[in-house]
């Protein structure tokens, strides 16, 4: 496994790899078993596994976690070589930002709803490295979890929009055994708030069942809403049918694909989940249904 630093070391090794079909997998490190995850997806559909482990500033708002973001890249080093990894890129960085830079990118109306909403710029910091990675790498595919649903949204658009020669891979969520979905943040999560944070998996999982927008955003807030009474270390954000793609707010007009997504801070740390419903089309009224019959019976 080749661990690289700089960018010209990458170009180098990118060279090298001439044809080869390669994925990616950005990281911000600190890795799970849900990174891990991506790699054995990776390891399945491309020749050569890439991963980077890059702590974006750009993507950390002033009040947010950046300095205390863990960094054990010793252990993440030896977790890549376990998985397969080729290539670990692990630039600094003075390394990746050149001097003086004024060009970035806008995730526009996608990244100012909810997670949007509540960090400000971060999707314009993730999705200026993500491109720069995806520039450097050249890579056939690059995975991405669904954990983090409007960062995948937000990746698939830029790729179209910006006609980026790549394929871009959703991979499933990996859970805890408690349920919680897997973060590098839980570790933050003192035992009592960890039990609290459960709640968030148990009202995705009530409402993964429901078949409107009003029943799964109703369910979902009835478990929510238990979890916060009497709970100042739980304040929920959001729990929203949205549309997976565009994360607009859906209601029962809507059917098909949708996403119920949902953001709590649970003892100062943010956590997010989601989980995929399927809205079925609404019932048809009774008397238009007649009214039809009757209509299509006239000459």
């Not at 859906?250 to 809205?279: C, F």
Request: aromatic share 4%.
């Amino acid at each position: 496994m080749k661990v690289i630093h700089s960018i010209h070391e990458l170009e180098l090794a990118r060279a090298q790899l001439g044809d080869a079909q390669v994925g990616l997998v950005p990281t911000m490190g600190a890795l799970h078993p849900g990174h891990l995850s991506l790699v054995e997806i990776a390891n399945k559909l491309t020749d050569v596994v890439v991963l980077s482990i890059f702590v974006n500033p750009l993507q950390f708002g002033p009040e947010e976690d950046y300095a205390r973001y863990p960094r054990p890249l010793q252990q993440d080093l030896e977790a890549c070589e376990k998985a397969g990894v080729e290539i670990v890129f692990n630039p600094g960085v003075n390394d990746l930002f050149p001097a003086a830079r004024q060009v970035s990118v806008q995730a526009g109306p996608l990244g100012t709803v909810f997670e949007g909403a509540a960090r400000p710029s971060h999707f314009d910091g993730m999705l200026t490295v993500v491109l720069k990675l995806l520039n450097l790498v050249q890579p056939t595919i690059a995975l991405f979890g669904r954990k983090d649903a409007q960062q995948l949204a937000s990746v698939k658009r830029m790729v179209t929009d910006l006609n980026v020669d790549v394929e871009i891979v959703p991979a499933p969520i990996v859970r805890e055994s408690d349920g919680l979905a897997m973060s590098s943040r839980n570790q933050y999560l003192s035992p009592p708030d960890r039990q609290s944070a459960q709640a968030i998996w148990r009202a995705l999982k009530a409402a993964s069942g429901e078949v409107s927008a009003s029943a799964a955003r109703r369910t979902a807030l009835e478990v929510l809403d238990q979890a916060a009474l009497g709970n100042p270390n739980f304040v929920l954000d959001y729990a929203e049918v949205v549309d997976p793609d565009t994360f607009a707010v859906l209601d029962d007009e809507d059917s098909g694909p949708a996403l119920l997504a949902a953001a709590a801070m649970v003892g100062g740390t943010r956590l997010i989940d989601n989980v995929e419903l399927t809205l079925a089309a609404p019932a048809e009224d009774e008397d238009d249904t007649a009214d039809n019959r009757v209509g299509a019976a006239r000459p």
